[in-house]
């Protein structure tokens, strides 16, 4: 029994050539294209394919549909993208997007930021980056971190919040997300003192993040209470979406870095947005262009 799928492809710009050479991949799959027509925007490229696909094993790891977005993934020369989504997903009338914060929902990594006022950023960029490869435990890095942000005055967090940049097309992707009466979360390995701030400014749902340990107005350099990390990222995306109601098929976890696997394999959509290799690898779809609202045509809102 054939199923139904969107076909979004994108980028910077999208040739005839380019959309031949997604024709040919969908077809060669044994896709059959029932429609397909460009969509307006203004800074990329959007084409969407209504497709059927026959047996797709049922899974998002085996089958015609793991081969075929295998195929469809962006080649050096081409800048392409195209993503193969559930109709399902995309028609649902109620969905949860579930956001990572630090290089996903902003530009920056907060500790990053931090670090610079102590001194230790250079130290600090080269264990998030590891961590952020998969390469250290992530609770064990953030503690190593944090540690040596000891001794910094509280008032630095409101300087860092701030100097913190949304990504370009954030506020339209959880604007407009809203508005279509859905859900949108933040969790981030990064601090509550932070992302307070930027779910009020965005009117985000829920959010959660770490807590850092201040005594007498200054940092410890201590986290309080559990770290959040990618066990704690998942169980928030599966507990947030049972508290409204919501089927974890109709969820979007974007990501970056290997601490967003687990909450990415929870979803019933994962979109590695400018990612680590192995984000990238694991995701159903990715985002290779500084947009993040990309993914609201990702999502079908």
């Given at each position: 029994?054939?199923?139904?799928y969107?076909?979004?492809s994108?980028?910077?710009?999208?040739t005839?050539?380019?959309?031949?050479?997604?024709?040919?991949?969908l077809?060669?799959?044994?896709?059959?294209i029932?429609?397909?027509?460009?969509v307006?925007?203004?800074?990329?490229a959007v084409?969407?394919?209504?497709?059927?696909?026959?047996?797709?094993?049922?899974?998002?790891?085996?089958?015609?549909?793991?081969?075929?977005?295998l195929?469809l993934t962006?080649?050096?020369?081409s800048?392409?993208?195209t993503?193969?989504?559930?109709?399902?997903?995309?028609?649902?009338q109620?969905?949860?997007?579930?956001?990572?914060?630090?290089?996903t929902?902003?530009?920056?990594?907060?500790?990053?930021?931090?670090?610079?006022?102590?001194?230790?950023?250079?130290l600090?960029?080269?264990?998030?980056?590891?961590?952020?490869?998969g390469?250290l435990?992530?609770?064990?890095?953030?503690?190593?971190?944090?540690?040596?942000?000891?001794g910094?005055?509280?008032?630095?967090?409101?300087?860092?919040?701030?100097?913190?940049?949304?990504?370009?097309?954030?506020?339209?992707?959880?604007?407009?997300?809203?508005?279509?009466?859905h859900?949108?979360a933040?969790?981030?390995?990064?601090?509550?003192?932070?992302?307070a701030?930027?779910?009020?400014?965005?009117?985000?749902?829920?959010?959660?993040?770490?807590?850092?340990?201040?005594v007498?107005?200054?940092?410890?350099g201590?986290?309080?209470?559990?770290?959040?990390d990618?066990?704690?990222?998942?169980?928030a995306?599966?507990?947030?979406?049972a508290?409204?109601?919501?089927?974890?098929a109709?969820?979007?976890?974007?990501?970056?870095?290997?601490?967003?696997?687990?909450?990415?394999a929870?979803?019933?959509?994962?979109?590695?947005f400018?990612?680590?290799?192995?984000?990238?690898?694991?995701?159903?779809?990715?985002?290779?262009?500084?947009?993040?609202?990309?993914?609201?045509?990702l999502?079908?809102?």
């Amino acid at each position: 029994m054939p199923s139904s799928y969107a076909a979004i492809s994108y980028g910077h710009t999208l040739t005839a050539t380019d959309l031949d050479r997604v024709r040919r991949s969908l077809t060669g799959h044994g896709a059959s294209i029932r429609h397909e027509k460009a969509v307006p925007e203004n800074r990329f490229a959007v084409h969407l394919f209504e497709v059927d696909l026959p047996d797709p094993a049922g899974n998002r790891k085996d089958g015609t549909l793991a081969a075929l977005r295998l195929a469809l993934t962006a080649t050096p020369e081409s800048g392409v993208d195209t993503a193969v989504v559930p109709a399902a997903l995309r028609q649902a009338q109620r969905k949860l997007v579930i956001l990572d914060v630090d290089s996903t929902l902003i530009r920056q990594e907060v500790i990053e930021l931090l670090a610079a006022r102590a001194g230790t950023e250079a130290l600090v960029a080269q264990v998030t980056e590891a961590a952020m490869r998969g390469e250290l435990d992530f609770a064990a890095s953030l503690h190593a971190r944090v540690a040596t942000l000891a001794g910094l005055p509280e008032s630095v967090l409101a300087d860092v919040a701030e100097e913190v940049v949304l990504s370009d097309g954030a506020e339209r992707l959880v604007a407009q997300a809203k508005a279509a009466g859905h859900v949108v979360a933040a969790v981030s390995g990064g601090f509550s003192r932070i992302l307070a701030p930027l779910a009020k400014r965005l009117d985000l749902d829920y959010a959660l993040a770490n807590e850092l340990d201040i005594v007498d107005g200054a940092l410890t350099g201590r986290v309080s209470g559990a770290v959040v990390d990618r066990a704690a990222k998942a169980a928030a995306l599966l507990r947030w979406a049972a508290q409204e109601g919501i089927d974890p098929a109709n969820t979007v976890a974007i990501g970056d870095g290997a601490n967003d696997l687990d909450m990415m394999a929870a979803a019933g959509l994962s979109v590695a947005f400018n990612a680590k290799p192995a984000v990238r690898r694991a995701a159903d779809a990715r985002i290779n262009l500084p947009y993040l609202d990309v993914a609201l045509h990702l999502a079908g809102f």
